[in-house]
Each structure stands twice: as structure tokens, then as C-alpha cells.
């Protein structure tokens, strides 16, 4: 039986992974993004983006990384309440 690879960076997989490795699993934030409306995701990323000084693209970056903190921690009220009402919507708070 031929052992399984990762569809996006073809490393072997264990047995139980199907599909992609765990570095290429999307984070909890990037379903979460994916999930939302174009306008909700953009407020999110627009209000990082200014907090930081930084671009809307680097700010995705930034939320999405493997070793960043929870969304929520990002976020200042009121976007942050918003954004964990969204989170509670779609229950991936
Ligand atoms: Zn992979």
C-alpha cells in the first residue's frame, strides 16, 4: 500500500492524517476567516492592520501563522466582541 502525502508539500503522512501534514492543516484562524463574510474578514484584518502599522496582507500572515496567538488577542473592542459573537455563530470560538 503506498503511504499517503501531504497534497500541498508531499511529505509522507502518518496513517491517521489524511490529506495534508499538520504544518500545512489550516489554523483555527484561517477556517475561521474562510468562513466569514468578505466584509467581516476585512474589518478583522483592516483593524490588525492599523494596530500594527502593517499591511492588510501581512496582517493575514501575521493571525494565520502556526505560532500566532488566539484572533481574539489581536482584536479591540467593540471588533473584538464582534468578532467573538461571529466566532460563537459559526462555533469556532
Ligand atoms: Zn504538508
Redesign the pocket.
Known amino acids: 500500500m503506498d503511504i499517503e502525502q ?1 497534497s ?4 509522507d503522512l502518518e496513517p491517521a492524517q489524511i490529506g ?2 499538520d ?2 492543516q489550516p489554523t483555527a484562524t484561517e477556517r475561521f476567516l474562510s468562513v466569514i463574510s468578505v466584509q467581516a474578514r476585512a474589518s478583522i484584518l483592516d483593524a490588525v492592520a492599523a494596530h500594527y502599522g502593517i499591511t492588510a496582507d501581512a496582517a493575514l500572515a501575521e493571525v494565520t501563522a502556526k505560532d500566532a496567538e488566539h484572533l481574539l488577542d489581536y482584536l479591540r473592542e467593540p471588533l473584538r466582541s464582534d468578532t467573538l459573537a461571529l466566532m460563537q455563530r459559526y462555533r469556532m470560538q
Do not use: G, R
Open positions: 501531504c500541498s508539500c508531499f511529505a495534508l501534514c504544518e500545512c
